[in-house]
């Protein structure tokens, strides 16, 4: 089955017959773009809310709830497999650091911003950098061991996430 719309030939049964009054209307169309809007946002939530807060679409979706957050800090994880995202989420800002799962003791590595992106990266001062990878590293030993059994080291740019072996 074919349709033919705007001189565009469609397949397929995902459109059977729109009226052409639809099509003119000005209201279909501020609609439309719209729900694209809101589809863009709802999928790339975790963009916006990486941003620095002086950027002026993180201050607008500000505005609708979309990129604040207040009370304690908070660490967040997003898993795409082996891999994913550790996040941090404070009054001040709000990063994300790339994880990946390790062998032996040693359970997850976190990738961390250097000394000298920290502040470019995290929009923290360099000074409040261990205190934030402490809380990050003491949080993700809380969740993500089992009894909270393990401890972590910063080796390098990664923060190192090891299980007790038992001894």
Request: charged share 15%; net charge neutral; aromatic share 14%.
């Amino acid at each position: 089955m074919t349709h033919n719309v705007f001189n565009v030939i469609l397949f397929g049964p995902g459109i059977r017959y729109v009226p052409d009054f639809v099509w003119r209307s000005k209201f279909f169309w501020i609609a439309l773009v719209v729900m694209i809007v809101g589809i863009l946002i709802y999928h790339n939530r975790s963009s916006f809310s990486s941003m620095k807060k002086d950027n002026i679409l993180s201050k607008l979706l500000g505005v609708f709830g979309l990129s604040t957050h207040t009370g304690p800090p908070k660490v967040l994880y997003s898993s795409d497999g082996r891999s994913g995202h550790v996040w941090y989420r404070s009054a001040e800002t709000e990063f994300a650091m790339y994880y990946e799962f390790c062998g032996g003791n040693c359970i997850v590595g976190i990738d961390i911003p250097s000394a000298e992106t920290w502040k470019q990266t995290t929009g923290l001062p360099l000074e409040r950098r261990e205190e934030v990878l402490n809380f990050i590293g003491q949080q993700v030993v809380k969740d993500q061991i089992t009894g909270g059994l393990g401890y972590f080291k910063m080796e390098g740019n990664w923060l190192n996430i090891y299980q007790n072996d038992g001894n």
